[in-house]
């Protein structure tokens, strides 16, 4: 056996190469979706809650995945995630924080206008 060559690149260690990375992206392409929607805590159903720990799964299960086959790549893609997320978060918290100012000028704004209604 030690007269046979194993070849340092093949099409299935390739393959398995490139599966890991799809499944890795399949499954930030899941959490993407989660972080956009718009469903209420309150209205969060016992199914809604169980896919969000099933995504959570199979997120970590893709990246340790992905770092068997490519070390430190499913590691940092996670931090990457986590970053950008919280970046997008921020982004979020402060324009609601600008649109609540702006709608607490407008209710002083209209509290103070005289009433045009009234008679004199």
């Not at 805590?41 to 720990?53: L, S």
């Not at 499913?74 to 702006?102: P, Q």
């Not at 709608?103 to 005289?114: F, I, Y």
């Amino acid at each position: 056996m030690e007269d046979v060559e194993i070849p340092s690149s093949s099409s299935f260690l390739n393959s398995r190469k490139d599966e890991a990375r799809k499944r890795f992206a399949q499954t930030i392409d899941e959490f993407k979706k989660l972080l956009s929607d718009k469903t209420h805590p309150d209205n969060q159903t016992q199914a809604y809650q169980n896919n969000e720990k099933s995504i959570l799964s199979r997120m970590l299960s893709s990246a340790d995945e992905l770092d068997k086959v490519f070390p430190g790549e499913g590691f940092f893609g996670l931090i990457a995630i986590n970053l950008r997320t919280s970046l997008k978060l921020k982004g979020e918290l402060i324009k609601m924080e600008v649109r609540m100012r702006e709608l607490e000028m407008e209710v002083k704004r209209l509290k103070t206008k005289p009433n045009s209604n009234s008679k004199n």
